[in-house]
């Protein structure tokens, strides 16, 4: 069911040349420019909808989202979901300091810029969280409203990833991904079927979607890109800005069961907001918009909605 897309609206001609390869689907496929890079981004609803949109994490895609795409565009919602850089279709800059948060975020903002728009709504899931946060804090005129899935905030992140020793021991693998090449082999030697455990949480995941993955991972340069974003992280920890608390209203959804950040780095997350709410899943894993995916739709309507 593979077709060839070319992208035709609102884009250069440089970007039109690129051929994307992708599984066919009902969405619309486009490729912005945006804080000098091409991401391809994936709209879908009434182009006169308020925006919202979803950032995805390691080691998903746009298509990590399926389960909230269709249901937001129904509700009347402008989706906008980008493969963030150096995943999937989007651009891989070869630095690791290409990855540094600011880069990401000011992906981000460039691609409001690019639909004219003063605010939109920003969901983030894992790294798609954090760049959702910095995002909100460092622009927060910018952000309408801010909801996040299972990630702290960053300075929470930071004193729990040196100081909390049960953290520490949750968060290996951001130490191995700072070795060379070595998290690339790991990753992709077995056909990725590591990986792909690695996100099957309490869901199952169907055929068409280890093949989506797969494909995505398998792109030049995909796997090395997407542990940059470790790389780029630890070396800027330490020269990491200070708290930055988040003004904008914020809504935090929490999978309990996550194996790799723990729970009690919510609250004091959302302690950081000055409207903030928290939502615990007991039952969840940390791919809570894929185990709960009606239950996270229903909370993230309603705060939209508020």
């Not at 049960?166 to 693998?173: C, E, G, M, N």
């Not at 920890?237 to 009690?264: C, Q, R």
């Amino acid at each position: 069911s593979f077709f060839f897309l070319l992208s035709t609206t609102g884009c250069s001609e440089v970007e039109m040349s690129k051929e994307m390869e992708v599984f066919e689907d009902s969405y619309s496929h486009q490729f912005i420019e945006t804080n000098g890079i091409n991401l391809h981004v994936v709209l879908a609803g009434p182009e006169e909808g308020e925006m919202v949109i979803f950032l995805h994490g390691f080691p998903e895609f746009w298509y990590g989202w399926r389960g909230q795409i269709d249901f937001f565009a129904e509700q009347g919602y402008r989706v906008v979901v980008p493969d963030q850089r150096g995943y999937n279709l989007s651009d891989k800059p070869r630095r690791i300091r290409d990855y540094d948060i600011g880069e990401l975020g000011r992906d981000i903002v460039g691609l409001i810029d690019h639909f004219g728009k003063d605010n939109v709504l920003l969901v983030g899931h894992d790294w798609g969280a954090a760049v959702a946060w910095w995002t909100a804090i460092q622009h927060s005129d910018r952000i309408k409203k801010l909801a996040i899935l299972n990630v702290p905030h960053p300075a929470v992140m930071r004193e729990n990833l040196f100081n909390n020793w049960s953290q520490v021991k949750r968060s290996w693998y951001i130490f191995f991904f700072q070795l060379p090449w070595m998290p690339e082999w790991f990753m992709s030697h077995d056909d990725f079927e590591t990986a792909i455990k690695s996100i099957s949480g309490k869901y199952e995941l169907t055929s068409t979607d280890i093949e989506r993955y797969k494909e995505a991972w398998g792109r030049p340069r995909a796997v090395k890109s997407m542990i940059n974003w470790y790389r780029a992280a630890f070396r800027s920890l330490k020269k990491a800005k200070g708290k930055g608390n988040v003004t904008v209203p914020t809504l935090m959804l929490w999978g309990k069961l996550d194996t790799a950040l723990g729970s009690e780095m919510a609250q004091p997350s959302i302690d950081l907001c000055e409207n903030g709410k928290l939502i615990f899943f007991e039952d969840a894993t940390h791919w809570v918009q894929h185990e709960k995916a009606e239950d996270v739709n229903n909370h993230l309507l309603e705060f939209f909605r508020e």
